[in-house]
């Protein structure tokens, strides 16, 4: 199927032909649940504005299962879902599929975890574009599990992977995309090159990506699950369209008079939210636009920790992490009551006061 | 010349590079401060693109430690996600992509997946393409960042992640399905490199004050064509360290890394 | 029963054919007067989806005139664009689709494109499909409203805008990959039409109160299948038809008109 | 090429085996600028910020140009581009091809132009899912110009038109779509059926639509067009992005440090638009949320001398409004004078206040 279609990329690099065909030569799976299943989920849905609210801890057992694919959203360090991600971790959960565009410390959060109690937690899969750090360094915890071929991987572009939610996000099976072919990710991923109807020009079709649940942190919500985002959106809109149910959380919760007043502001209607908590710092130590930016402190404190690990095999460090920070915490609050009141007045101060309308 | 670090060089050959009123879609790191340096001397309309959402930005609170950073809207013109900004791409609007990588080929490919002989088992995995795949596709000229080293300047990647002139064939990228015109500039920090026109494989274009072009064959793996041509890579002046230290990078982030 | 106009026993019945809780996707008209019907009365959690952009908005400044005016819009809680709530019908979020047309048949296809004998000279061009093709594919059932009259109850439509059963086969909408369910209702002043589940052809479920069967057939040119359950229309009460005449349309732009 | 796949559609309607085999016969064609031709006019442009304002009269001088292909912003009554059709109709132009989803106004005072100064402006053909007037009824010079042959129509859903426009906006060359598949669209429009590469199921792909000049009226603009649409954004920034060419007014010119306050809102970025127009009640007699309703007795006026003509065939009535409201006017605001004020006055009021931020 793989090679219907095909640009010249083929012995262009060190890429084995033997890795290539083996992937190749698996039929087109989903990972997660197809189009026509997404759909009838999203359709048997009640549509009633009812107030979503609960507590993250039962959010978390209600649509956590083991084997489900899980979408992250955010970008990077860029309202990323950390408090959700902190609970699935108290919680446990097997055979995960993850799938996002670049993550970082959800990511390793997640990897780590696996990693000191793959009873308890662990990942099968990984559909991507870029996992690590940026300025802070690569992802120690992402090389380990690769090296070691504890998870299978599966890679596209920031955009392509952004398209796959967008796909799904519009109810359809595949989208085309101007990147992937020519590159080895042509050869791999479960995308396809198809030559145009149109034009007889080799396209690129990527698949849909409807991940059973959807982790989005958002600037503000009202109680039905309406929400704003201010600052960059990243993915999280067609994330939460795409997945057949979304655990969001917000900075905080404002009134339905407000979404009211200004509805082109809403960039997440309440059909998509399932679970709503607010959480204020629920992106910490990530960035959440109008609020905080940040804390590269604790980040390295934990990349440390995981780096330490990588090269030395050493646990030690990393298992105090998740004890003092993750399971001995009741809720994300408990953890952000840890943090020191200088580092968070720090990013609050930092985020820089760009205004963002909650009124 | 005063003293400059080798990512001194890089940042302000970047920044040599980028013409004015165009727009660059730049990555974290080198590529912004090449761009705010621009911003700041010849090219004061020069408009970046962040891929987390942003378009053309004001960066006015300091150099955005991450492309989805709060510092990487500020003040921006329009500002949606990652869909948005790869679509104005896709569409045309970004004359220049700037990106790096672990490998670099004759042909402009550039590998940031993983070293080693197998992609299910790899000896070293890197994060991945993120956005510089697509950029390299759809970016009308894409600018490549790598330090001058053997391990880096290979005759074949280990894995091709984000696409150049591909074999070198004329039709490669049209059949590869992209749109971008291709690799346009490698900048080093000892010479900056293009593309030869008809074979598509990379050109010495200018060397370091006091480097040869055999010096610089040293580092790279293949034959480096040498441009006819042949130039001095122009070094910062005093005012060019200022921006790039007071005003670029103040905390030295970038440019006090050292190369291996 | 109080006296009502056709148009009134049209926007009762389609009132009464909506589920509390349930999306439904208005267009003008009609549809919009039987959907805020049922949410003053049996369907207070009914939302609203207009195809400019709108979704479950108030309508508390009155009824819109157009699916893309500015009291269509008003207080919703996500107003976007064609695209947006067309994808959310895509994507499962809507329950009903609410239509007219010019031509129905057998299998709830419906025609708003043109009549006559070619596409290319039509004897009376339509204004096309407008959202009505959409609506139809990917609302998860269909709703369709149309006056009972032999022209335009056809075994044959001049043209099929607005796919239904199509031909009747068991699988014509998977494989016109569409994702609806198809047609659930159609909506006269004298009947009300389902659908049988194994032929999919038209199925007459109630009629008005002083009609027969036979009276219904005789405004159709196709065999009607009449249910073994056959009912009476439910009529609008005296409260009803306040709400409907001083609440939904006290201009009496839709309820007023006549039938030819 | 149609025929490759299909639904099962032939001969469900009473449509003429010789009418689809004619259409389907002609080899798919662009009714614009090809992907590549519209990719290649935007990268050969300066990308700067630059102060884009310019009277209407010299913008239409100077990008509507015989044979282009027109995309129509806005949606029936909604935000419809009349100041900028007016001067086109003064300045004339000839072979057009018109695209839109759905228009009432704009595409009857074009199609009016063309009955009663054929040399002067006409209209080759267009592409559309719906022209008509909604409640005030139907389009009467539409009705004319089809029953006659004088223009090519090529019908699509108003979902398949905006897809469309998506498609041209994301820089593809087709977008699938859930609709037209099982209706006589699939076996007349440009659009074709293929087994999705995925599953093998039908997918029906409608191929971009890139028009060559943009048509846009928004709510407000800076001076170098960063636009903010309030109300429905109809499919105004995916037309937008997808033409290789904007003309926008704006109901006001608003500060760049106002756009630059709050980015999120902008909906049209600067890079789309070569030439700005302030232009109050740009929109008028359609509506413009936040500022005014449509003025449904200025619409009858005008669809009333448009019926006449067609019933009757008497070009009196429709004559004088092009003389009065159109010819006879140096600018859109020597129209706007004629207007009764008190009629601006209500649709003013009627327009409800929801609250749009301009500041």
């Keep these: 199927m793989k090679y219907k279609t095909s640009s010249k990329v083929r012995n262009v690099s060190r890429l ?208 039905y699950g309406n929400c704003r985002i201010f600052g960059p959106l990243c993915t999280c809109p067609e994330i939460a369209m795409a997945a057949t149910c979304n655990i969001v959380t917000a900075e905080q919760i404002i009134s339905n008079e407000s979404i009211r007043t200004y509805p082109n502001l809403t960039e997440i209607p309440y059909v998509a939210v399932d679970a709503l908590i607010e959480q204020p710092f629920g992106a910490y130590p990530g960035v959440s636009y109008g609020h905080y930016w940040f804390d590269m402190e604790h980040i390295q404190m934990f990349r440390n920790a995981s780096e330490e690990f990588r090269r030395s095999g050493n646990t030690v460090p990393l298992k105090k992490y998740y004890e003092e920070h993750i399971f001995s915490c009741k809720t994300f609050n408990d953890f952000l009551d840890k943090m020191p009141e200088p580092a968070l007045r720090k990013i609050k101060k930092f985020d820089g006061g760009q205004p963002i309308i909650i009124g | 010349m005063p003293d400059c670090t080798p990512f001194e060089m890089i940042s302000y050959t970047g920044s040599r590079v980028l013409q004015d009123n165009k727009i660059v879609f730049v990555g974290t790191g080198l590529p912004i401060i090449a761009a705010m340096h621009a911003q700041l001397t010849h090219a004061p309309g020069l408009g970046l693109i962040f891929e987390a959402g942003a378009l053309s930005p004001i960066l006015d609170i300091g150099m955005p430690l991450s492309v989805g950073d709060t510092r990487a809207c500020r003040k921006a013109c329009f500002m949606k996600g990652l869909c948005a900004v790869f679509e104005l791409t896709q569409r045309g609007h970004a004359d220049y992509a700037f990106i790096g990588g672990a490998q670099i080929d004759p042909y402009g490919n550039v590998n940031s997946t993983f070293e080693g002989d197998s992609y299910r088992k790899p000896g070293t995995r890197f994060p991945g393409s993120g956005g510089a795949g697509a950029m390299a596709a759809n970016c009308e000229k894409t600018i490549i960042i790598m330090a001058l080293e053997k391990r880096r300047f290979v005759e074949k990647l280990d894995f091709l992640t984000n696409v150049g002139f591909g074999d070198g064939s004329p039709d490669f990228r049209e059949k590869a399905g992209v749109m971008g015109s291709g690799p346009y500039r490698v900048i080093t920090h000892e010479a900056l490199f293009g593309f030869d026109e008809s074979t598509k494989r990379m050109l010495l274009l200018e060397v370091a004050p006091g480097k040869t072009p055999e010096q610089i064959q040293e580092k790279v793996c293949f034959k480096v064509l040498v441009s006819p041509g042949l130039k001095k890579m122009k070094e910062p002046t005093k005012e060019d360290l200022r921006l790039l230290r007071e005003v670029c990078d103040p905390q030295g982030y970038f440019l006090q890394r050292k190369i291996k």
């Excluded at chain 1, 609960?54 to 879902?81: C, E, Y």
């Excluded at chain 1, 997640?110 to 300025?135: C, S």
Aim: glycine share 8%; charged share 25%.
């Design chain 1, 16 to 223: 084995k032909g033997e890795e290539i065909r083996k992937v190749a030569g698996q039929p087109f799976e989903w990972w997660g649940p197809s189009p026509k299943e997404a759909r009838k989920i999203t359709v048997n849905k009640q549509k009633a504005l009812v107030d979503k609210r609960i507590s993250l801890k039962d959010a978390v057992k209600k649509h956590i299962k083991d084997g489900i694919n899980i979408g992250i959203g955010g970008f990077v360090n860029t309202r990323v879902p950390v408090a959700i991600v902190h609970e699935i971790i108290r919680q446990g959960a097997k055979d995960l599929t993850l799938s996002f565009q670049s993550n970082s410390i959800c990511a390793e959060l997640l990897a780590g975890a696996m990693i000191l109690y793959p009873d308890h937690l662990n990942i099968k899969r990984v559909e991507l574009a870029w996992w690590g750090y940026e300025v802070i360094g690569i992802a120690p915890l992402l090389r380990h599990l690769a090296a070691n071929v504890m998870v299978q991987l599966d890679d596209y572009t920031n955009y392509g992977m952004s398209a796959r939610f967008k796909a799904a996000a519009m109810g359809l099976e595949f989208i085309p995309v101007r990147d992937h072919g020519g590159s080895d990710m042509e050869q791999l991923n479960r995308g396809i090159m198809i030559k145009s109807p149109f034009s007889d020009k080799n396209t690129y079709l990527v698949p849909a990506c409807y991940p059973d649940v959807g982790l989005i942190h958002v600037t503000a919500a009202d109680i």
